[in-house]
């Protein structure tokens, strides 16, 4: 909703980067909505601790990515899968060492993605890596 007047303006403006900052704030006001709607209609909570372990896992996952991909000489394309790629590892390995996600999230998140076809063998695939990274952070800790 939020999207179409500002993409229009902000890319009549700033071209490209008026375009990325339409969509981001386009990103925000649906963000801002669905936190509104959770915690207001459901009753849920937002928890502060979980969501900045899952920001330091982004960013600590990207920082080293980043100048590999820009200075990668690498065709864009493989640029791109190579940088997800790394991405996601880092990111999947990172997020249970900072306690972004939990085993108790996962009994949560797998009856839900177990029901979408597509998605499942993907999910299965991370719920597999996910919980071997948990289990082993656990017998650590202890």
Do not use: C, H
Request: net charge positive.
């Amino acid at each position: 909703m939020a999207f179409l007047p500002s993409a229009a303006f902000m890319a009549w403006l700033y071209r490209m980067p008026g375009l990325i900052v339409a969509m981001v704030l386009s990103s925000l006001v649906s963000i801002v909505f669905g936190l509104g709607l959770a915690t207001g209609k459901y009753g849920m909570q937002i928890s502060l601790r979980g969501s900045l372990a899952a920001l330091l896992a982004a960013v600590t996952s990207a920082l080293p990515i980043l100048p590999l991909v820009y200075y990668s000489p690498l065709p864009s394309l493989a640029n791109v899968l190579v940088g997800t790629v790394a991405y996601l590892v880092a990111y999947l390995t990172l997020a249970p060492l900072f306690k972004a996600i939990r085993l108790a999230d996962f009994e949560i998140l797998a009856p839900i993605f177990g029901q979408i076809r597509f998605l499942k063998p993907i999910a299965n695939l991370i719920f597999a890596y996910e919980t071997r990274v948990l289990k082993a952070v656990e017998r650590e800790t202890k």
